[in-house]
């Protein structure tokens, strides 16, 4: 298989999407600052919902837009029918966020769409920036539950409205697809090579360039994207496809049946004559022997094309120890990209072993998806390594994540949104929130406290109260308390590295490893505690009942 891999972090000028370059605006104090801009052109104010421009419209009018404000991004459901979930794209928010300005082109477009607003709104626009927004977050490739606020944006009502479609839209996908990855992960096994495959299925070319990235966040080795491969500083791999075997007939499609001076098909023909291989497919052959010449020390061979155990197999072993034998160089293996990968892997293995290739490597793909993965498992294998596309970046077990963004606080009023469903009903007032842990590094539960209260210390006895049941409370004395939502950006400056890939990668093998094991088992897990204090709890209730009509029957 052939493979690169650069641990290096690149700068964030060497990160600019080389063929769609947003250039910031050559004015503007932001872009001069900073020089960070997002990965993707398309990642600018007007990337929003037509609604929250007429809002920030009917605020300005109100004279309400420069009020004091404060959202909160949070999801209601851990994806996947699990109790965890991998929160990603603060990066890309912090990018967007830091080089937010309406271009001139952007507000003329603005003037035909509204064309009955005040042209003195659309001055003000034109001017907005985000200096005087502030953001509190998780880090990037934090494992996160429902309800916690993963970013808190702070400052004026209209600007903050603006942001939320797009920092939803940057956050939703990327945390999805980090989110499956891991689940692939856990069902592949720590020890297994996994790579994403998914760019010829993504929903488009950002949808797979935001997959190949957070794939690899979320557990994956690398990818075959080789944008990706550039642009994000992941590693890239790949085997070759159906096509290469069947566009060869016969041995007069080889350029030369040599390698080097040295005579390369004939001893391979008198190999697979020695071992009794008489009817594995000859097209298929001469195509390993044409990938061997190009590849020689990685040669990996697709070997499904006509028939796995019967042909595929056999040819791989007689260029194999041809290569091997006669020339010293390395065979990798093989990919199975059809059948039973259970059983094909295991034969494969057991014809491998008898010739001596025992460390061959077996790369499956087709179809892949997290419960092929835990079945394979369970029923034993001999993959190394499983290449996914598909299944991993349409997420299809659930395709969206459905992460929120909803006022909690404004001029200085805690705000709240009731609903029927209790999980819909909203948590008002500015939080901040700590995760408590344990005697063995164990996560117990993630706390979320009114913003001016005092933060819990380790050794104390904390009462954590459910949101929604009163009923259910626990007392909680940890060893240790981090406060899990920070400052992020601030007076125009991001405070915070701009991760690379294998940092994120990095957080999200430490942040898994302070899990408890029920909470990420793939079969019924138990749900993570996440809870309020007890004063919140009151002012949440008080609050709650003073906004819910009160019915009269008669
Ligand atoms: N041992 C196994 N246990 C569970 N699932 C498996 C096993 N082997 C393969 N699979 C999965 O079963 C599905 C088989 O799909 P399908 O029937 O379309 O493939 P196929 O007929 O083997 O190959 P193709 O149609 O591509 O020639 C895939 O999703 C594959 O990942
Ligand atoms: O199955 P996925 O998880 O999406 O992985 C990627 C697939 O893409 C390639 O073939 P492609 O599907 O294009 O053709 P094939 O089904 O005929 O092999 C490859 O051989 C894999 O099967
Ligand atoms: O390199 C491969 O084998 C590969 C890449 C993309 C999709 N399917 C297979
Ligand atoms: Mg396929």
Redesign the pocket.
């Known amino acids: 298989m052939s493979q690169s891999d650069s641990s290096s972090t690149p700068t964030p000028a060497g990160l600019k999407l080389d063929n769609l370059p947003k250039k910031p605006q050559p004015n503007s104090p932001m872009s001069r600052q900073h020089g960070f801009v997002p990965y993707n052109s398309l990642v600018t104010p007007l990337l929003t919902d037509m609604y929250q421009v007429t809002m920030c419209y009917a605020y300005w009018k109100a004279n309400r837009h420069e009020e004091h404000a404060v959202f909160e991004l949070f999801f209601r459901k851990n994806p996947f029918q699990g109790e965890f979930t991998l929160f990603c794209g603060l990066e890309e928010v912090l990018r967007f966020v830091s080089s937010f300005e309406f271009s001139k082109s952007d507000i003329e477009y603005l003037e035909t769409v509204l064309p009955n607003c005040d042209p003195k709104f659309l001055e003000w626009l034109a001017d907005v920036d985000t200096s005087k927004v502030t953001l509190h977050s998780m880090e990037e490739g934090s494992v996160v539950f429902p309800r916690l606020p993963l970013i808190r944006v702070e400052g004026p009502l209209g600007i903050c409205q603006l942001l939320e479609t797009t920092l939803l839209n940057l956050t939703n996908f990327s945390s999805l697809i980090a989110t499956n990855a891991q689940r692939m992960r856990l069902a592949a096994g720590a020890d297994k090579k996994l790579?994403e495959?998914g760019?010829?299925r993504a929903q488009g070319p950002d949808g797979a360039m935001t997959a190949s990235r957070y794939a690899c966040v979320g557990g994956f080795d690398g990818t075959?994207n080789l944008l990706a491969g550039k642009l994000f500083n992941v590693g890239v791999?790949?085997?070759?496809?159906h096509a290469f075997v069947s566009s060869f007939r016969t041995v007069a499609d080889l350029a030369s049946t040599k390698m080097g001076d040295e005579e390369f098909w004939e001893d391979v023909e008198k190999k697979r004559e020695e071992l009794g291989f008489t009817n594995t497919n000859t097209s298929e052959l001469v195509a390993f022997v044409a990938y061997a010449q190009a590849f020689p020390d990685s040669f990996l061979a697709?070997v499904d094309t006509y028939d796995t155990l019967h042909s595929g197999v056999p040819n791989f072993i007689c260029v194999a120890l041809v290569l091997r034998d006669k020339f010293q160089r390395k065979p990798v293996g093989i990919?199975l990209d059809s059948g039973d990968l259970s059983y094909l892997s295991r034969q494969a293995r057991q014809m491998f072993k008898k010739y001596g290739l025992e460390k061959a490597i077996i790369?499956a793909?087709n179809d892949i998806n997290e419960d092929v993965l835990q079945s394979l498992s369970k029923q034993g294998h001999e993959i190394d390594s499983f290449?996914i596309?598909t299944n991993l970046v349409t997420c299809q077990a659930q395709p969206a994540l459905g992460m929120v963004y909803k006022l909690v606080e404004c001029n200085g009023q805690p705000c709240v949104k009731l609903s029927n469903e209790f999980e819909k009903t909203t948590l008002p007032g500015k939080k901040r929130v700590y995760r408590l842990i344990g005697k063995d590094s164990v996560a117990l539960v993630d706390l979320m406290k009114h913003a001016d209260e005092p933060a819990p210390r380790p050794g104390e006895t904390i009462r954590c109260c459910h949101p929604f049941v009163e009923r259910k409370r626990c007392d909680v004395r940890p060893s240790e308390v981090i406060e899990i939502l920070k400052p992020v950006f601030q007076d125009s400056k991001v405070l915070v590295p701009m991760n690379s890939v294998e940092d994120a990668r990095k957080r999200v093998q430490k942040q898994m490893s302070i899990l408890r094991e029920d909470h990420v088992r793939s079969l019924n897990p138990a749900p993570y505690k996440v809870s309020i204090s007890e004063s919140y709890a009151v002012f949440a209730r008080e609050l709650w009942q003073a906004n819910q009509p009160i019915e009269l029957f008669e």
Not at 237 to 241: L, N, R, V, Y
């Open positions: 790579l495959f760019l010829r075959s791999a790949g085997t070759h496809a697709l990919r790369v793909s290449g596309g």
